[in-house]
């Protein structure tokens, strides 16, 4: 049996994973930076600029991080997907992981995430019968 559609959803999962940590890290990291660069240029002690200079800096190194969380997540599922979920294979552990990988994009508020993995994890368990059905055979 197939795992093409399985595969193909698993993609689109991971393709927008990537892009949203590059726009997060890109974009949304550097409109932080600039928020504290103007910050720091207003009527402010030498104290408190350093202090909101620090705070900014705090913002922008969580950013980027979290962006880089989403780029390796959507990497690493790009190569289970075309490494591990072969065609005719049973499979348990990787659905899984997309299980509980849903479970964090949910608390992350990734809603369009949370579908197609919790979507793609659902199919791949659901072929399992038919696959398990016809290796017996």
Do not use: H
Not at 30 to 52: D, H, P, W
Request: glycine content about 6%; charged content about 15%.
């Amino acid at each position: 049996m197939s795992r093409s559609f399985e595969r193909n959803i698993i993609y689109v999962a991971s393709g927008w994973q990537i892009v949203t940590g590059f726009i997060t890290m890109f974009f949304y990291a550097t409109y932080i930076k600039k928020q504290g660069v103007e910050a720091s240029l207003g009527n402010l002690q030498f104290a408190e600029r350093k202090g909101m200079e620090s705070l900014f800096d705090s913002l922008f190194t969580y950013t980027v991080t979290y962006g880089l969380f989403f780029i390796l997540i959507g990497s690493l599922n790009i190569l289970f997907a075309k490494k591990i979920l072969k065609n005719e294979t049973i499979q348990y552990k990787l659905p899984l992981y997309w299980i509980g990988l849903a479970v964090i994009c949910y608390f992350l508020s990734d809603f369009i995430s949370v579908a197609l993995l919790m979507t793609g994890a659902v199919i791949v368990l659901a072929k399992n019968k038919p696959i398990k059905a016809a290796n017996r055979e």
